[in-house]
């Protein structure tokens, strides 16, 4: 976090917020408001906000979608799916509020949401992969919950997300991140472009339809005390193949490969066999190890889809985060994991 002084306008518009959702009273003051390091498509508000007529200190997060987003992805959704899933035994924290016009002090249309206890953990980062071999090395509480609540993700019925959540098929899928690649690539990539045609040529068989977080991996989840206690990041869910999720988590990007290895765990989280097998234990669905690679594949696609948007925004100076410039330096792994994939 960077400290800085409290910002009036964003505390009056937070509190405006809050109170239109019952969640504070008149006398409620914000004592605390700081922006959050990270965040693409999303900036991202601890607000601490003192309140004698509730419950005197309560911590919140605001979770605000910026003009220069890299994705055009609807934050509205994003905070009904929160909604819904305050009725699931899916660990994800209560909304308070949604603010849905572009024009406020924060930059964008914003939700409120309880801070949950707990950090994200940076799998790029040594400490954080050190802590996770340590977990599954001993208790293995955080890869335990890690897989439990995928399951408890997939568990959730559909039907309560009608209309809320958009619905996309295999070849629907693949569309929209190729749709993107081909609006946004600065250059051909032969590699990507032989992956899509792979893809399809490959289609799997299709399963009953389940909620899809999209991004499913360690570091879109919260843990505490060696426990993991929430999900977040929800902009990419839909309602689809949940195979998906199991996909894109066994990308090495997402055990922290960058310029380095990253982890030999899967998701740096745990070993790919016995996650499988929890997995299936939880949900008493099988794992096609081949059907999971096809979406590994296209979740390295969805990822050359979203760095290459980012790079072309800086790239045209519609963004000065020089995240965006060094996502290139991602591309070279992708496409070896898409080489493999494919059989090369």
């Known amino acids: 976090m960077t400290d800085t002084a409290i910002d009036p306008a964003k505390a009056a518009a937070a509190l405006e917020t809050l109170r239109r959702a019952h969640a504070a009273g008149s006398r409620a003051k914000v004592v605390g408001l700081t922006q959050m390091e990270g965040g693409w498509s999303r900036h991202t508000y601890a607000i601490d906000v003192d309140d004698p007529d509730h419950e005197g200190l ?19 959704q994003e905070f009904e799916i929160y909604k819904v899933l305050e009725g699931e035994p899916v660990p994800a924290p ?37 802590l996770l071999e340590a977990d599954w090395a001993g208790g293995r509480g955080i890869a335990e919950d890690f ?21 996309r098929d295999f070849r629907a899928n693949v569309a929209r991140w190729r749709d993107i690649y081909e609006d946004i690539r600065l250059v051909p990539d032969p590699v990507v472009e032989e ?60 055990g922290g490969r960058f310029i380095s290895g990253g982890s030999e765990l899967t998701g740096a989280v745990a070993e790919r066999g016995w996650l499988e097998r929890r997995y299936e234990a939880a949900t008493g669905e099988p794992t096609d190890r081949a059907v999971v690679d096809l979406y590994a594949a296209l979740g390295a696609l969805m990822l050359f889809s979203i760095m290459g948007t980012g790079l072309a925004l800086y790239d045209a100076g519609k963004s000065t985060d020089i995240r965006a410039a060094w996502s290139r330096f991602v591309f070279p792994g992708l496409r070896a994991d898409l080489a493999e994939l494919m059989g090369w």
Do not use: Q
Request: glycine share 12%; with cysteine; aromatic share 10%.
């Open 58 to 76: 309560s911590r919140y997060i605001g979770r605000v979608r910026p003009e220069d987003s890299v994705l055009d992805t609807d934050l509205g």
């Open 94 to 130: 209560r909304v308070h509020g949604y603010e849905p016009s572009a024009d406020t002090p924060f930059g964008g249309p914003y939700f409120l949401m309880e801070r949950v206890a707990g950090e994200g953990l940076n799998v790029w980062r040594r400490p954080d992969r050190e």
């Open 147 to 167: 897989v439990d609540g995928m399951a408890a993700i997939h568990a959730v019925d559909p039907k309560k997300l009608e209309g809320v959540v958009v619905a």
């Open 195 to 254: 992956a899509y045609a792979w893809l399809l040529d490959n289609e799997p068989e299709p399963v009953a339809p389940r909620l899809v977080h999209g991004d499913y991996r360690i570091g879109n989840c919260l843990v505490d005390g060696g426990r993991m206690t929430g999900v977040l990041d929800w902009e990419l869910a839909s309602i689809g193949d949940p195979r998906f999720d199991l996909g894109y988590m066994a990308l090495r990007y997402s």
